[in-house]
């Protein structure tokens, strides 16, 4: 059998987080069932943060309902503090992804205090899931860890001490994010592998590139090298963050499953139906760009799609 590529759609919260037009919560359910179909079984579907803050995703609680509903779909949500991490657990989400970012600048432009006081809210949020049974995956995130639009270089060192202490907090997955669009293959590799070298095999690494610059696809592929076997990834390219200047979207679901499944992995995924899903979401979008190669071009005739008829 064909070795294993988890692919987590972040779409429906890191995709539409930035995106002016509210899209209704009838149509994220739709969007998610349809992905659900093409073969998607790991969803980032919302955000428990402040209705005022983020409007669109002020209905975090009927998606994580929408989602627990599909049977074999793992669902998390973005929870950036101790508040929104109890929500999370009370709604009985399967993952709970917290945030924080390797630059000082930036942590505090997403999240309103410093990283040293984020990662003290992480050992909160670790008793927190503790003491609700350790039902819930924990996972930390680390945004600008390959630059920032605010700082510029971000220090490697800094990057790999602040990974080593969300998992010594309790981490069991830990997510490094390109948030702007700065990583290049070479330091890629560099990082993922010292992040293996320090943290040993059991605690999965996560990869989340925005393809601000066109690497997107060249950096997810020098993580595979690494030895990353889990990637975020957002239907479309949509996606950016909303304090980090220039930063447009994440990876393209389809364009990440075409290579992945061309290269000899297993996503779960049927290509054309993940297209199709695609179609839809422009219809629901028409006002917003959706980048990728795969839609644009096509599918190739060599291109074996083993997934196809599920």
Same mark, same amino acid.
């Given at each position: 059998?064909?070795?294993?590529?988890?692919?987590?759609?972040?779409?429906?919260?890191?995709?539409?987080?930035?995106?002016?037009?509210?899209?209704?919560?009838?149509?994220?359910?739709?969007?998610?069932?349809?992905?659900?179909?093409?073969?998607?079984?790991?969803?980032?579907?919302?955000?428990?943060?402040?209705?005022?803050?983020?409007?669109?995703?002020?209905?975090? /609680?009927?998606?994580?309902?929408?989602?627990?509903?599909?049977?074999?779909?793992?669902?998390?949500?973005?929870?950036?503090?101790?508040?929104?991490?109890?929500?999370?657990?009370?709604?009985?989400?399967?993952?709970?992804?917290?945030?924080?970012?390797?630059?000082?600048?930036?942590?505090?432009?997403?999240?309103?205090?410093?990283?040293?006081?984020?990662?003290? /809210?992480?050992?909160?949020?670790?008793?927190?899931?503790?003491?609700?049974?350790?039902?819930?995956?924990?996972?930390?995130?680390?945004?600008?860890?390959? *630059?920032?639009?605010?700082?510029?270089?971000?220090?490697? *060192?800094?990057?790999?001490?602040?990974?080593?202490?969300?998992?010594?907090?309790?981490?069991?997955?830990?997510?490094?994010?390109?948030?702007?669009?700065?990583?290049?293959?070479?330091?890629?590799?560099?990082?993922?592998?010292?992040?293996?070298?320090?943290?040993?095999?059991?605690?999965?690494?996560?990869?989340?590139?925005? /393809?601000?610059?066109?690497? *997107?696809?060249?950096?997810?592929?020098?993580?595979?090298?690494?030895?990353?076997?889990?990637?975020?990834?957002?239907?479309?390219?949509?996606?950016?963050?909303?304090?980090?200047?220039?930063?447009?979207?994440?990876?393209?679901?389809?364009?990440?499953?075409?290579?992945?499944?061309?290269?000899?992995?297993?996503? *779960?995924?049927?290509?054309?139906?993940?297209?199709?899903?695609?179609?839809?979401?422009?219809?629901?979008?028409?006002?917003?760009?959706?980048?990728?190669?795969?839609?644009?071009?096509?599918?190739?005739?060599?291109?074996?799609?083993?997934?196809?008829?599920?």
């Amino acid at each position: 059998m064909s070795e294993a590529l988890l692919i987590r759609e972040v779409g429906l919260r890191d995709g539409l987080q930035s995106i002016a037009q509210v899209l209704p919560t009838d149509a994220k359910r739709a969007w998610c069932r349809a992905q659900y179909a093409a073969g998607m079984r790991e969803v980032e579907i919302g955000a428990m943060v402040p209705a005022h803050l983020l409007p669109q995703l002020a209905d975090g /609680d009927e998606m994580v309902e929408a989602g627990l509903a599909l049977p074999g779909l793992t669902v998390s949500v973005l929870a950036p503090n101790a508040r929104g991490v109890e929500r999370a657990l009370a709604l009985g989400v399967h993952k709970i992804n917290y945030v924080l970012s390797a630059s000082e600048s930036h942590n505090r432009a997403n999240v309103r205090r410093t990283t040293e006081a984020s990662l003290e /809210d992480f050992t909160r949020i670790g008793a927190l899931a503790d003491a609700a049974g350790g039902r819930t995956t924990l996972a930390a995130g680390i945004s600008t860890a390959f *630059g920032c639009t605010i700082e510029g270089a971000i220090d490697e *060192g800094r990057v790999l001490a602040l990974g080593e202490r969300l998992v010594a907090l309790g981490a069991r997955e830990l997510i490094v994010a390109d948030t702007v669009g700065y990583a290049e293959p070479r330091g890629v590799r560099r990082l993922f592998r010292a992040f293996r070298d320090r943290l040993g095999p059991d605690v999965p690494l996560v990869g989340h590139f925005h /393809d601000t610059r066109g690497l *997107g696809l060249a950096n997810s592929l020098a993580a595979i090298e690494a030895g990353v076997r889990w990637f975020d990834v957002s239907l479309g390219g949509l996606g950016g963050c909303p304090h980090a200047p220039g930063a447009t979207g994440n990876v393209a679901t389809e364009d990440m499953v075409f290579m992945a499944e061309a290269m000899g992995f297993d996503t *779960g995924y049927d290509v054309e139906a993940l297209l199709r899903c695609r179609a839809m979401l422009a219809t629901m979008l028409p006002d917003t760009p959706l980048p990728g190669a795969i839609a644009r071009a096509g599918l190739p005739l060599t291109f074996g799609n083993r997934h196809a008829g599920l």
